[in-house]
């Protein structure tokens, strides 16, 4: 047997090798397979395009150029043969196929010998609608090594997908871990009974997962941009003192974060990591003035956060601090911010759990608002649609516009019966008081008559006499004495006709028929009274009346509406002694002149009481309403604003 070994090509076992080395992110690995196909074609230059399939016609638009091989200074790179790189990578996106285009003889790069070759490399990875290409300028060769060019190729193409599959496996791995971790800590928090319970425990277990020297958990005081973040547990302390000055710069970072809404670190990645990746953009331009801050007093010290998100909002913010150079590094960051994201809803049902039923119900609130609204600035906009809601409906709802005023209940009828003369209290009417019912002619006082009676008696003699000398002086034909006497017996008369009339009247009865509503003189008999003293007022109380004073402001919206509504019900009173029960009153009369009263001016409108009046006695207080038509809820609400403005910008 004879050993071979030498027939060996060593130089593919690097090209094998560079490609199985797993590459850090799309581009990098890209950049490398692109090299390594320009150099086992032997091409004069590979480009890399990107063309994107239009959804009518299916056909691609103008490639785009990614990368160039050999490298190039510069932001514009130099692609040979443009136009032709162009169309061979527009044929093969569209093809999805390997293509070989031979250049005209009118091109530059045209060899007289056999001319030269543009072949286009689908590198086997869509992204919706995006297709990648590569490119190769190769010189005029045989058709069998051409043929073994594109064999080599084509298999070297094969490689993106091996690529594929090694990504789809990070992250799978990925995923598996934080899923592992994220298991683990929420089965840990689940034993705490509290909120802050569970932060802690999420804290403490944090510090040992990833051997961190300090872990803070903070959560999102208000909604969006205008809240705050306040620190809900540290690990290892049981206390938190807000006075503290690490606590304050602790909160003042994770202010920081929320406010970029993405992870910090600091110190802030290089621009590429230890495999020559692309930066991170995000955690390297991020903003870190209260992280430096944080870090002031200890050089060594590490310090990341990340934010605690629910679909787009973010509820709290995970701050870790630490010296170790494993603990804060992307892999981690990317680690832990993929477990928080599976530990945020759990940390916001328990923060949920612990609040009032007054919290809960305003958050859940604005979780189903979210659905309608989007769920940034949930609150906003709702409010937002509430006040144009409220506007549209006090602009067209139209309801009845009632104004309001004090009103008595007075008896239309209502007789004084008073004292026809100085005297004295004899004797009182059976049950004579407040309430009592009578009739008319119904005897209420007697007065006493003795000085009148004898009086009268004296003043009967004294008639009788004149009368005997008026017929003695016509006997004896004196005229003159006749004359005399009789003016004298007239005069007496006149007295007795003035003593029956006082003995008349010295028995005060009852006017009208109704009730007794003042006047109370059973203490009074025997006492004199004088003429004119008020006794008893009565008043039928089957008939009576509401008097309102209504301000002069709103007179106007009765006196234009007079005769439309005079005779007819349009008004409810309910007073003071029954205001659950309004009784309805017809206007029938506005006066016409205003009374000042408590530096108010006010016209009394008065009305007829309709229907049942038992429970109305004079005098009782309570208000009055006014139905003036309908109007809208806007103009009720500003019609006292306006005829104000009105008044003062009048001229």
Not at 130 to 139: D, G, P, S, W, Y
Not at 354 to 374: I, P, Q
Request: proline residues 4%.
């Amino acid at each position: 047997m004879i050993d071979q070994s030498k027939l060996r090509a060593p130089g593919w076992q690097k090209v094998v090798q560079e490609l199985l080395t797993p590459s850090p992110d799309d581009a990098s690995f890209m950049a490398r397979l692109l090299s390594v196909l320009g150099q086992v074609a032997g091409a004069k230059q590979a480009v890399l395009l990107s063309a994107t399939l239009t959804e009518s016609a299916g056909t691609p638009t103008d490639p785009r150029v990614l990368l160039v091989w050999p490298p190039q200074v510069g932001d514009r790179p130099d692609v040979e043969a443009s136009s032709d790189v162009q169309g061979a990578a527009r044929a093969c996106a569209e093809s999805g196929q390997m293509r070989v285009f031979e250049l005209e003889k009118e091109s530059q790069f045209y060899d007289a010998s056999g001319g030269a070759y543009i072949v286009g490399v689908p590198m086997g990875e869509v992204r919706g609608n995006t297709r990648f290409v590569a490119t190769l300028l190769i010189e005029q060769r045989s058709k069998q090594a051409m043929q073994t060019t594109l064999a080599l190729v084509e298999v070297l193409a094969g490689y993106v997908a091996t690529h594929g599959l090694r990504q789809q496996l990070k992250q799978t791995r990925a995923a598996s871990a934080s899923l592992d971790l994220a298991a683990r800590l929420i089965a840990s928090i689940n034993t705490a009974p509290t909120f802050k319970g569970a932060c802690l425990q999420l804290a403490n277990d944090l510090v040992r997962q990833i051997n961190a020297d300090r872990v803070a958990i903070g959560w999102v005081k208000g909604f969006g941009h205008s809240g705050a973040v306040r620190v809900v547990s540290i690990s290892d302390t049981e206390h938190i003192d807000r006075r503290m000055s690490m606590v304050q710069k602790v909160e003042a970072a994770m202010d920081e974060c929320l406010d970029q809404e993405q992870a910090v670190v600091y110190p802030p990645p290089p621009a590429r990591d230890e495999q020559g990746g692309e930066p991170d953009l995000l955690l390297s331009q991020a903003i870190t003035h209260a992280h430096r801050e944080l870090v002031s007093s200890d050089a060594t010290l590490k310090v990341a956060s990340l934010p605690l998100r629910i679909d787009e909002r973010v509820v709290g913010v995970l701050t870790i601090e630490s010296t170790g150079d494993g603990t804060i590094d992307l892999s981690t960051i990317e680690l832990l911010q993929a477990t928080m994201d599976l530990i945020a809803p759990v940390l916001e049902v328990r923060h949920s759990d612990d609040r009032n039923l007054a919290l809960r119900t305003a958050a859940s609130a604005v979780k189903a608002g979210g659905w309608l609204v989007g769920s940034k600035h949930t609150v906003w906009k709702l409010a937002a649609l509430g006040v144009m809601g409220v506007l549209l409906a006090s602009i067209l709802i139209r309801v009845p516009y009632r104004v309001d005023a004090d009103a008595t209940i007075r008896p239309r009828v209502r007789q004084t019966v008073s004292v026809p003369f100085d005297g004295i209290v004899a004797e009182i009417g059976a049950q004579v008081e407040p309430g009592h019912e009578v009739e008319a002619g119904d005897l209420l006082v007697q007065l006493d008559t003795t000085e009148v009676v004898l009086a009268m008696a004296q003043a009967e003699s004294e008639l009788q006499e004149a009368q005997t000398r008026a017929s003695a002086a016509r006997l004896q034909r004196n005229l003159a004495e006749a004359q005399q006497a009789d003016l004298r017996a007239a005069g007496v008369q006149a007295r007795i006709d003035s003593f029956k009339d006082r003995l008349q009247r010295s028995t005060i009865v009852a006017p009208i028929s109704g009730k007794i509503i003042v006047g109370d003189i059973k203490e009074r008999i025997g006492s004199a009274v004088k003429l004119g003293d008020a006794l008893f007022e009565i008043a039928p109380l089957n008939d009576m009346i509401v008097v309102a004073r209504v301000s002069d402001t709103d007179i106007k919206l009765l006196t234009d509406r007079m005769g439309e509504i005079e005779g007819k019900t349009v008004a409810q009173v309910a007073t003071k002694a029954y205001p659950g029960h309004p009784f309805d009153f017809e206007i029938e009369t506005i006066v016409p002149l205003a009374t000042a009263e408590e530096g108010k001016n006010a016209f009394e409108v008065r009305g007829g009481l309709v229907g049942e009046t038992v429970w109305l006695r004079p005098g009782m207080e309570g208000l009055a309403k006014f139905d003036t038509g309908n109007r809208s809820l806007m103009g009720i609400a500003s019609r006292r604003i306006v005829d104000t403005l009105r008044l003062w910008l009048w001229w």
